[in-house]
């Protein structure tokens, strides 16, 4: 079993910057790809970002890339997700999921989430 906690939401101004952390427990491998996702209100869950099973390469959904950045330290079993350039619209809980093997943009392929970590994006 895997369990993850996210952390590091908070309240941010329009062109502010977050950093959101993911810590992995239970099974803590690496073989488990992870992922940010969030889920604004009323809007179904949507993909941000993601590792590949093997961290070394990552993806981004278009709305957040070139601002948002992953990274991880497996020492610490923790991925990092770097919200920049905040903008109202990032506004959400943001979620952190992992699952065994190759990555996924679909919120069905993983088996395991985070409670989630809201982010509010003033303007």
């Known amino acids: 079993q895997v369990q993850l906690e996210e952390s590091g939401g908070g309240l941010a101004q329009a062109g502010g910057s977050l950093t959101l952390s993911c810590v992995q427990s239970?099974?803590?491998?690496?073989?488990?790809?992870k992922a940010w996702f969030r889920q604004a209100p009323g809007k179904e869950r949507e993909f941000v970002a993601a590792?590949?099973?093997?961290?070394?390469?990552?993806y981004y959904a278009n709305s957040v890339k070139g601002r948002f950045t992953l990274s991880r330290d497996n020492a610490k079993n923790t991925v990092y997700l770097q919200l920049n350039t905040l903008q109202p619209e990032d506004t959400a809980i943001y979620y952190c999921a992992a699952r065994f093997g190759k990555h996924s943009q679909s919120t069905g392929a993983y088996e395991f989430w985070g409670q989630g970590t809201q982010v509010t994006v003033s303007s």
């Open positions: 239970g099974r803590t491998d690496t073989l488990y790809s």
């Open positions: 590792f590949s099973w093997k961290g070394d390469s990552t």
